[in-house]
């Protein structure tokens, strides 16, 4: 267990420092980022697959249409993910992007219960209503809609409910998410190459090698993620999902010095609240079950 504790830890720790990468690749348009992040993860996962020899699940995908359909549409989920969080970093809305990893437990109790007709406990249903009082907080008076997080937080709830119940592991399925945007992404980054030119044409060696960096920075957490997955409770990782954002704000307050005071701590605060909630409920909730498989 500890070694899935160390590894999910990682995972998330990699993600929190996601915000220094990309101030790293600033000069770059977000969408170029996105394209090479895409095309440089695809070619590191295929060096990996061909390295493990795993390349038995691809025919047996190939005739599965409806496979297909799935990953192209979390595909497009997981690149409109990153779209928006790569514009976020370099605008200077650190900030803003890590409350959508902060609020992305409560949208999956949303996901849940509207997807898969769970049922929440009570105190989940306490925490939605606390997270919905900050929101509107910060709304009405913060004095903007924290779309930012809003988004985030739903595209990456349903690309995560997507791939609990898709067919392939972490590996395989960053592969074909990424096999079937490669066209559209070569594309796309050839016609502004030829339209405006690229970080192939215009930048240096270093950017160029900065952007290839992607593919690893990408794939490295994902699977250390699922290893570690295997190995945990899920109340244990529900908890640690919370280094990645937590280290996102420190980064977007402390690092980059964005505005937090006044009416926009204060819609976090209530945010924050929601969480402490949510994961009080549910370590008490493991501990009371973890009780009666023992008095069984």
Do not use: C
Request: avoid cysteine; charge should be positive; aromatic fraction near 12%.
């Amino acid at each position: 267990m500890s070694t899935g504790v160390l590894q999910a830890a990682l995972a998330y720790a990699l993600w929190g420092l996601f915000p220094i990468y990309f101030h790293l690749v600033a000069a770059v348009a977000p969408l170029e980022i996105v394209l090479h992040r895409s095309l440089w993860s695809l070619a590191f996962v295929l060096v990996l697959l061909a390295v493990l020899r795993r390349w038995a699940w691809l025919g047996e995908v190939v005739r599965r249409p409806r496979t297909l359909a799935t990953f192209a549409l979390s595909a497009l989920l997981l690149s409109g993910n990153w779209l928006v969080y790569v514009w976020a970093v370099n605008d200077g809305r650190v900030v803003d992007a890590s409350l959508g990893y902060f609020i992305t437990p409560l949208v999956n109790v949303l996901l849940g219960y509207f997807v898969l007709r769970e049922r929440p406990r009570p105190a989940q249903w306490g925490a939605l209503a606390v997270a919905a009082a900050g929101v509107l907080w910060l709304t009405f008076f913060a004095g903007a809609l924290p779309w930012v997080g809003l988004v985030l937080a739903a595209t990456f709830g349903i690309y995560g409910l997507m791939r609990k119940t898709a067919p392939l592991g972490a590996l395989e399925g960053l592969a074909l998410e990424t096999l079937l945007l490669a066209p559209l992404a070569a594309g796309l980054l050839a016609w502004q190459t030829a339209r405006a030119g690229s970080a192939f044409t215009g930048g240096d060696a270093g950017l160029l090698g900065l952007l290839m960096l992607a593919g690893p920075l990408t794939a490295l957490p994902l699977l250390l993620f699922a290893a570690g997955a295997r190995r945990i409770p899920l109340t244990t990782l529900g908890l640690l999902q919370y280094i990645g954002p937590t280290i996102q704000f420190a980064l977007g307050v402390w690092l980059f010095h964005e505005p937090f005071a006044g009416p926009r701590l204060a819609g976090f605060v209530l945010i924050w609240a929601a969480l402490v909630i949510y994961s009080a409920e549910g370590w008490l909730a493991m501990r009371r079950r973890q009780a009666g498989h023992r008095a069984a």
